[in-house]
Structures are given as C-alpha cells and as structure tokens.
C-alpha cells in the first residue's frame, strides 16, 4: 500500500505537480499522424497533462503544436481556419504560424506593428512511429529526440489502436507490469498450447506455452527505468527450463511487453490530465506476420466506427458495464467482456478516477508494481530537486536498444540477459550471464 501522500504524488500532473513536471522533461506523444495527416485538415483539440493544446499541419506541411487559447481574447483556437500558413482564430481573424508567431491581426491598425511583438506559445514536434511527439518542458537546449524503442527505423511496421480512458494514467501503467492478471482477466485470450516454445497470435486470440497462473516475479533497475521477469512453468522439461517473460518499463510512459512469435507489443500510457488518459496499443515488427492497423484494431475490439467513436470513446464502457455477456460467461468466457483492452479498462476504471492505495492488501505477484510505484515516486522527489530526469542522465541506453523477451530458456541462463543488446549489458555489469545450480534457481 502506499501513503495518500505518496499516492498523491504517483498520480497527479497537472500544473506544478512534481509528477507532471518530471513528465514535461521528456519528448511526449501527443496524437497519432493519421489524426493531422494531411496539409490543411482541421485542427485537432487536445488536453495533456492538464493543458489545452491544438495540434495542425499546415497548408505546407508543417506540424504545429500551440496553446489552444488564443492569446488575443482567449477563445479556442482548435475551432479555427486552417488556411495558407497558419492557423486563423475565428474571433477576431487572428492568425499564428506553427512556431507561435502571430502573423496577422486584421481588427488592429497596421501602423501599431504589434505583430512582430508578440508570440503565443508554440512547442517543439517531432514525428515517428506513428505518433506525433511534443516537447511540453522548458530544458534548453532541447533533450534529442530518439524514435520510440517499437520503432527505432522509419520502414518498421506499425499498427496502433487508440482509446480514451477514464482513471488516472498510473493505475493503467500498473496494469501493463502486473503479469500474473493476464492468468485470469485475459485467459480466454490468451491460451495454453503444448508443442512450442514462444508465444504466438492467431486471428482470434494469443497462446503461450504455460499453464502456470503464480509467475514468480524478478526485477532489474535500469537507467531508464526497469526491467521485470515473470517466470513459469512451461508445459515440457520444467524440471530443466522456465518460460519466461520480460516487460520493459521506458520512463515515463512506456511499456514494452513480451512479444509473439509474430510481432512485438507495446503500449503507450498519456495522461490527459489527473482522471483521465490516452491508452495506445502497438503492434510492430519487420515481417509480414505484423497485423494492418485494421486489423489490429479489429482484434482488439477497437475499431473506429464500430468499437470507438470520432472521438476514440468506446462503445462498451461502464455506464453500460462495458457490454458484458453472462451468458457467454456461461459458455467458456472468462470475463464475458470483448477485447484484451476493454477487460483491462473495466479493472482500471473500476478502481474510481485516482485509485485508492492507502488500504491494499498486496501479495507476492505484485512485486513488480510496488517498485514501479517507488520508482516512478522517488524519480519525482528527485527532479524537483534539481536531478536529471529519469533515463537521460548517464549512462544511457539508447531506445533502439530497448527490447521486451518470452520463450523457454534453460534454468541456468540469468533472466536479465534475456533482449538485451551488448550495449545493455555494458551498461549493466551486473548483467551477465550466470550458470546457478539448479535447486537455486527454481
């Protein structure tokens, strides 16, 4: 359990918060490319981390990420014209550029010159893998930007589905290092099969080659935030081998969870503002096993138009109790509930808008949780007092280097070596292949 101080601490982002503040330190995904695709299309209304900001490209091209207030009388830019060059505020015709210069001013005499005067809040973007990334902080010069570990280089497939959750974003985090649910929550999901290795997708579901529910959970420190196996009896030689899974945690917001025989899966948690949060899941990977985003969101019961509306709010959600069947229930569904994330959702929103951790009742299986909990917590404490961010101090590990791992492995292997790249382990000494006797390791 934690403190409600500390509780507070872990949750809150929005104004001067020490969490939201540490959050500004890094480069933040705001929005998919898909939403501003094209040059002049509409300008896209956001809220991160409890600030209003509108995103565009325009008529050139160029991306733009401002103050979604206008600085004239404050009314919302993101209901504007995106027209020749800039963006045009309906009020009074004021215009901006994507780097916040105010470009025209048609109700005010052109002698005042006050256009070369004045300049609205614009921040730096980048794009890759998908997203489009804004640097909300203030650190000069700009930390550089890396490409997201799901996508280190431009030709790397990607499939994204998106949607709006109603909590606050570090129950939603807790929930991508908590292992020991997918044995229960996604079960009908997620199955066993004998005769493998690894991990595999298929149309309907993913299998793994496990029928241990009590994985026993391991951490690792990282510097840019940890690294945590889960471990359990595989189906044949457990007296030899484990199967094995390792989720990486990429401050501070990322999740690397362990891939498929298919593709690698990842997801992406961005606080809205304190009760609310964007929730991105990735597939990505080289080969041709790696799902179209149409079907990636059909898999997952996150289809624009059908699952989600304009607005990415999902159809099954709890003011209709997420459209949970019983009688499938009755029939061989675990939860009753479609898609791996809207079961999730229904536990994260359940717990209220900021979960209540001071009266918890934790068991071995949250080991993981309970030191993301103080890292993320003493990670905050730290900036605020003047440290450097969590994973852009040195020594570093580039993102391209980052890597989730499953599969069966020999009892004698250290479970920390597993998806890590040389330059890793020489980032880590103490992540070295071991030989452990074998009762030590079981």
């Known amino acids: 359990m934690l403190s409600a101080e500390d509780n507070q601490l872990l949750c809150r982002v929005e104004g001067n918060a020490p969490m939201g503040q540490m959050m500004r330190a890094y480069w933040l995904p705001i929005c998919l490319s898909d939403e501003v695709a094209e040059p002049g299309t509409p300008p896209l209304r956001l809220r991160i981390l409890g600030e209003d900001l509108v995103c565009f490209r325009d008529s050139d091209g160029r991306l ?3 103050d979604n207030h206008c600085p004239h009388r404050k009314a919302l830019l993101s209901f504007g014209r995106n027209e020749a060059g800039g963006l045009r505020c309906l009020y009074h015709g004021w215009k901006l550029d994507v780097d916040g ?17 004045l300049k609205h809040r614009a921040y730096p973007v980048r794009e890759a893998g998908g997203f489009v990334w804004a640097y909300l902080g203030s650190r000069q010069p700009l930390p550089v930007f890396e490409p997201p570990p799901f996508a280190p280089v431009p030709d790397r497939r990607v499939a994204i589905a998106k949607t709006l959750v109603a909590c606050n974003w570090a ?16 079960s009908s999901d997620m199955v066993p099969v004998r005769g493998t290795d690894s991990a595999g997708a298929a149309a309907d579901r993913w299998t793994r080659p496990s029928t241990d529910r009590a994985p026993r959970i391991r951490v690792q420190p990282t510097s840019y935030g940890f690294r945590y196996a889960a471990v359990r009896r595989p189906m044949v030689d457990e007296a030899t081998h484990d199967y094995v899974r390792v989720t990486a945690f990429v401050a501070p917001l990322t999740c690397l969870i362990p891939p498929n025989t298919s593709y690698a899966v990842s997801q992406i948690t961005v606080p809205i503002d304190d009760h609310n ?9 080289d080969g041709q096993d790696v799902p179209t985003t149409e079907v990636w969101r059909q898999f997952l019961h996150l289809q624009p138009g059908i699952d989600v509306d304009d607005g990415w709010h999902r159809r099954r959600h709890a003011g209709n109790d997420y459209l949970q069947d019983r009688r499938a229930m009755a029939h061989g569904s675990f939860t009753g509930i479609d898609g791996i994330p809207t079961q999730d959702i229904a536990m994260w929103e359940g717990m209220g808008s900021i979960a209540d951790r001071t009266s918890e009742r934790l ?25 450097s961010p969590l994973g852009l101090a040195e020594p570093r590990v580039a ?14 292997v250290d479970w920390r070596t597993l998806g890590t790249s040389a330059e890793e382990r020489a980032a880590y000494p103490q992540a070295q292949v071991k030989l452990r006797p074998g009762p030590a390791a079981k």
């Open 171 to 186: 129950q939603i985090v807790e929930g991508q290092i908590d292992s020991a649910h997918s044995s229960s929550l996604h």
């Open 399 to 412: 993102q391209s280097r980052i890597a989730a791992f499953e599969g069966i492995v020999p009892k004698t």
């Open 363 to 387: 068991g071995a299986s949250d080991i993981a949780v309970v030191r993301w909990r103080r890292l993320m917590i003493d990670a905050a404490r730290a900036h605020s007092a003047g440290s």
């Open 277 to 285: 949060s964007w929730f991105y899941f990735i597939a990505s990977g």
């Open 64 to 66: 733009g990420v401002l």
């Open 101 to 117: 210069n105010i470009t025209e001013m048609p109700a005010e005499p052109a002698q005042a010159c006050v256009t070369a005067k």
